[in-house]
Nanobody
Framework: QVQLVESGGGLVQAGDSLRLSCAAS????????MAWFRQAPGKEREFVAR????????AYADSAKGRFTISRDNAKNTGYLQMNSLKPEDTEGYCC???????????WGQGTQVAVAS
């Protein structure tokens, strides 16, 4: 089992930056990848970014490219999502997910809220 706990959300102004963290505990060494998703009320969950836990290879949604950066610190068993130039439309709940199997995600955090004021 892997437990994921997000932190770092909050209320910011448009153009500001935030760094979200996702701390993994339990059996974090079993993770093959970590990803960030976001979801607004009444909308479907949206993929934001993914990073291979071992190689560090990343992938981004088009909406995240150029503004968001996903990273991980294996020594701290923590993943990060650096979000720059935030826009009001980035106002959503953000959660991290951990993958053990080759496809899909096996573990989910509770999420952290990001609100961007115009």
């Amino acid at each position: 089992q892997v437990q994921l706990v997000e932190s770092g959300g909050g209320l910011v102004q448009a153009g500001d930056s935030l760094r979200l963290s996702c701390a993994a505990s339990g059996r974090p060494f079993s993770l093959s990848a970590m990803a960030w998703f976001r979801q607004a009320p009444g909308k479907e969950r949206e993929f934001v970014a993914r990073i291979s836990w071992r190689s560090g290879i990343t992938a981004y949604a088009d909406s995240a490219k150029g503004r968001f950066t996903i990273s991980r610190d294996n020594a701290k068993n923590t993943g990060y999502l650096q979000m720059n130039s935030l826009k009001p439309e980035d106002t959503e709940g953000y959660c991290c997910a951990g993958a053990v199997k080759p496809r899909g995600y096996d573990y989910w955090g509770q999420g952290t809220q990001v609100a961007v004021a115009s």
